[in-house]
């Protein structure tokens, strides 16, 4: 089974119940049980995040529970995968792309996925189906 892409759009929609895509994000977690993949600079933008006093235990959990499914996969931050990332970031000069999307792209690319859990059109820009939206 393909993997589908974990932004941390996902992650914070999950997290709180206000946000406008919470709804699709739980309805995507109840209903799906595949295998998932992010990378360690998605889920720093997620501790980042979370970095007030009260919520930072919440993180601990999110990645105890994604790390729970063996099948999951979380791209380590390496000088390879930063290197494409920067590539894409500075060859499209004409797009507001975040540099943490242009590594998800590039990890995208190489795992052969297709389908992100986000609602960033930023993602559909680079010919990926976003799922929150």
């Known amino acids: 089974m393909t993997r589908v892409f974990a932004d941390s759009y996902f992650f914070f929609a999950l997290l709180n119940p206000r946000d406008p895509a919470h709804a699709k994000a739980v309805d995507f977690s109840r209903q799906n049980h595949g295998p998932l993949a992010t990378t360690a600079w998605v889920l720093t933008e997620l501790a980042d995040g979370l970095a007030s006093t009260p919520r930072r235990q ?3 959990r999110v990645l105890d529970d994604f790390e729970a499914n063996r099948a ?3 791209v380590p931050a390496n000088v390879e995968t930063f290197e ?3 590539d894409l970031y500075h060859s499209r000069p004409d797009k507001q ?3 943490t999307d242009c590594i998800s792209f590039a990890v995208m690319k190489e795992e052969g996925i297709t389908d992100a859990l986000t609602g960033d059109h930023h993602f559909e820009q680079a010919g990926f189906s976003a799922l929150l939206k």
């Open 72 to 74: 999951n996969l979380i």
């Open 58 to 60: 919440i993180f601990r």
């Open 84 to 86: 494409k990332g920067v």
């Open 97 to 99: 792309w975040s540099l």
